[in-house]
C-alpha cells in the first residue's frame, strides 16, 4: 500500500488573491484549443476567502469576449514529477460551465516547446453541465487523443456531484496513473498494457509537468451557457502535493 508524504500545500488559510509564490495566471482569451471564448483574466474572477479560493465566471464583454474567468497554472512556481496531488473543490452547476484540474508538462512551454498532444496532458478532473452527474479524467498523448478518437479516458457518474465538496485526487507513478474521488480509486491507466504503445509517443509522463485550475465557459464541450445561472463560483478548498513511499 502507498504512503503518503505532503511536501506542498496550499490551503488557502489567508484572505485576497492567490499566493503569488504558488499561482500565476494564463491570460486572454485565445480561444483554448476548444473553441471557449471567455476571457481569463489576470486575477481579477478569483479571491481567497474564509478558507477557500473561490473562481468564479461571469457574464460580461471584455476585448470582444462575452465571459469572464480564471485560469490558474504553477507554471515556474511549482512543478511535479510524479507523486500524488490532491484537490478539494465543489463543482458548479450553471449550464455551459466548464471546470478542470489538470496538467500539462514543463517542455509545451519555453524557447523550443513541445507541441500538444505530442507534449502530453493529464485531465484529473472534467465536468461539464451536459453529463451533470458524470466526472471524466482522461491521459491525451501523440498516440492517444481525443483529435483522433484514441484518447485514453473514464468517467465515473457521481449523483449530486456538484452539490459537495468532492476531493479529485491522482497517483502518478513510472508505471501507471491512478485516479481517485474522496479516497475510493475508480480508475487507473497502467503504462505497460498489452496492445497500447507504452513508448514516448504513447506515455509521455516521465517528466515534470505542472498544475492547471480553471473555469472554462462553453467552447465544443462546455456547450450551451445559460447566461441567467450566472455569476458561478468553482470553490476550493485545498491543494496538496505528495510524495509517495511505494511500499
Not at 107 to 128: F, L, T, Y
Not at 209 to 238: H, M, Q, R, T
Request: glycine letters at 8%; proline letters at 5%; one cysteine or more.
Amino acid at each position: 500500500m502507498n504512503k503518503y508524504h505532503l511536501v506542498w500545500a496550499d490551503e488557502f488559510n489567508y484572505s485576497g488573491k492567490p499566493d503569488p509564490s504558488k499561482w500565476n495566471y494564463d491570460t486572454g482569451n485565445k480561444h483554448w484549443g476548444n473553441n471557449e471564448v471567455q476571457y481569463y483574466t489576470d486575477g481579477a474572477n478569483v479571491q481567497v476567502n474564509q478558507g477557500m479560493m473561490i473562481i468564479q465566471g461571469r457574464i460580461e464583454t471584455l476585448e470582444d469576449s462575452p465571459y469572464t474567468s480564471c485560469r490558474l497554472t504553477t507554471y515556474q512556481r511549482k512543478h511535479f514529477q510524479y507523486g500524488r496531488i490532491a484537490v478539494k473543490a465543489k463543482l458548479p452547476s450553471a449550464k455551459g460551465s466548464w471546470p478542470a484540474i489538470w496538467m500539462l508538462p514543463v517542455d509545451k512551454r519555453g524557447a523550443n516547446p513541445i507541441p500538444w498532444p505530442k507534449c502530453g496532458e493529464i485531465d484529473i478532473m472534467e465536468h461539464v453541465t451536459s453529463m451533470m452527474d458524470t466526472i471524466h479524467v482522461s491521459l491525451h498523448t501523440e498516440k492517444y487523443n481525443h483529435i483522433i478518437r484514441t484518447q485514453r479516458t473514464f468517467f465515473e457518474k457521481i449523483a449530486g456531484v456538484t452539490q459537495s465538496f468532492h476531493e479529485y485526487a491522482m497517483d502518478w507513478m513510472e508505471d501507471y496513473i491512478e485516479f481517485f474521488i474522496d479516497g475510493k480509486s475508480f480508475h487507473r491507466f497502467d503504462r505497460h498494457v498489452l496492445g497500447f504503445d507504452d513508448s514516448e509517443a504513447g506515455w509521455p509522463f516521465d517528466k515534470p509537468y505542472y498544475l492547471i485550475i480553471n473555469l472554462a465557459i462553453g467552447g465544443s464541450w462546455g456547450g450551451e451557457v445559460k447566461v441567467d445561472e450566472y455569476p458561478c463560483d468553482f470553490p476550493i478548498e485545498y491543494v496538496r502535493y505528495y510524495e509517495i513511499i511505494d511500499e
